[in-house]
DNA sequence: GTCATATTTCAATGATTAATGAAATATGAA
DNA sequence: TTCATATTTCATTAATCATTGAAATATGAC
């Protein structure tokens, strides 16, 4: 992932509408959920929905497939996985100071990363 | 962090000016660097740097202090710390399949959290 | 004090983005 | 075929954002 394809998916959950149906999408799962039902959970007008969803879409963060008249969109987790080892890496001056990473660590008997001195 | 404070910070990384900015001051560590030294670095001409850096520094993701005639500038690890564990909390269904946590989690043999399944 | 350096502010311009509602497209149901 | 549903497209408007260069501010050096 270059510094560009992470700016275009930052600038897509970048918008709290945005943020909020991908947040929405992520909770559906792969599975994903067809546009009038993001529109009702969101509340957001169906053409300005279709607008945010294609950015997402444009951006590599959501998936769409017709089925029937509807259609469905996903969360593409790993474009998401992508994004964030992307900010790990290189925002996070490569060092597991992650406090998503502290979870999975800490039931293994790891030290806490989020105390790793980033200098 | 609310959706709205990480959909501010998204933002403010969602332009590839500011996140070259960004990724420059986290390679600088917490030390930091003056804001001409930045301009140097990533060629961005004075008084649009000087825009880019407030953005950041309104958005948390920058903390600025003044050293004489400089005006130095530092990544705030915490708060791009916070909002990566938003991220994954949120945006990533709360399971540990980040690919940035696999680095931290095969050196305990735990198994790769990325082949997890969100639904 | 005077000068050079470092940074910010400001005004102006152009470009991009968000939002709204009406119209178009496409699918399935009756 | 006719109708209702689901979604997108389009034109329009308003709003926000990025960029530029000149001017202002502030600090340190001489």
Same mark, same amino acid.
């Given at each position: 992932?270059?510094?560009?394809?992470?700016?275009?998916?930052?600038? *897509?959950? !970048?918008?709290?509408?945005?943020?909020?149906?991908?947040?929405? #999408?992520?909770? &559906? !799962?792969? /599975? /994903?959920? $067809? +546009?009038?039902?993001?529109?009702? @959970?969101?509340?957001?007008?169906?053409?300005?929905?279709?607008?945010?969803?294609?950015? @997402? +879409?444009?951006? /590599?963060? *959501?998936? +769409?497939?017709?089925?029937?008249?509807?259609?469905?969109? $996903? *969360?593409?987790? %790993?474009?998401? =996985?992508? @994004? @964030?080892?992307?900010? !790990?890496? =290189?925002?996070? =001056?490569? =060092?597991?100071? #992650?406090?998503? %990473?502290?979870? &999975?660590? *800490?039931? %293994?008997?790891?030290?806490?990363?989020?105390? &790793?001195?980033?200098?």
């Amino acid at each position: 992932m270059t510094l560009d394809d992470a700016a275009i998916a930052l600038t *897509a959950l !970048g918008h709290s509408s945005r943020l909020m149906v991908f947040k929405t #999408l992520v909770q &559906a !799962g792969p /599975g /994903g959920l $067809a +546009a009038g039902r993001i529109a009702s @959970l969101t509340g957001i007008a169906p053409s300005l929905l279709s607008f945010h969803l294609k950015e @997402l +879409a444009h951006a /590599g963060l *959501a998936i +769409a497939r017709p089925l029937g008249r509807y259609m469905i969109y $996903a *969360a593409d987790f %790993a474009a998401m =996985n992508r @994004l @964030l080892a992307y900010l !790990g890496e =290189n925002c996070c =001056n490569g =060092n597991p100071c #992650l406090a998503i %990473a502290e979870p &999975a660590c *800490a039931q %293994a008997g790891l030290p806490d990363p989020r105390q &790793a001195d980033p200098e």
